[in-house]
């Protein structure tokens, strides 16, 4: 069997396994995929939405970045990156505020803020959308009214 027939026997498997939830297993088959054929965009969006699911935003982001650059009028590409960056950015801001970095803070909900804006114009009426952008404008708030003035 030629390579590119083994990925996407290959990638089969890991969608089947997504589907069913089976992420560790989905990931394996993915990777798999990309082993036999490293060009498969399906392959790496797969993967790209496995590490996503799995919590592992910013390799996810960097991925889907890749694969939106491939195909830039994919829009799934593009949803998928926009979704992946703004919770990375989302974390980032929690962890800076936590430690009490509030300008670093604003700075990444901000950041988070652009990508969900452009992402809420991608999937106009996306109730999720909607709802993240007031509470990451309220965090940014909250950040400012604790934020003293000299």
Do not use: C
């Not at 797969?46 to 694969?67: M, Y």
């Not at 800076?96 to 901000?110: K, Q």
């Amino acid at each position: 069997m030629d390579p590119r027939s083994r990925s996407l026997l290959w990638l089969q498997r890991g969608n089947l396994d997504y589907a069913a939830g089976r992420l560790p297993e989905a990931e394996t088959a993915f990777t798999a995929a990309l082993a036999f054929d490293s060009t498969s965009v399906p392959a790496r969006a797969n993967l790209a939405a496995t590490w996503a699911r799995t919590g592992r935003l910013a390799p996810a982001e960097s991925l889907f970045a890749v694969v939106a650059q491939i195909d830039p009028n994919d829009r799934e590409a593009r949803i998928n990156l926009l979704q992946a960056r703004a919770g990375r950015l989302i974390d980032e801001a929690q962890r800076h505020a936590r430690a009490s970095h509030r300008m670093d803070a604003r700075r990444a909900y901000e950041s988070a803020l652009e990508a969900l804006e452009e992402l809420s114009g991608l999937t106009p009426g996306n109730p999720a959308a909607a709802t993240t952008i007031a509470q990451v404008k309220n965090a940014i708030s909250e950040l400012d009214s604790a934020t003293p003035r000299h």
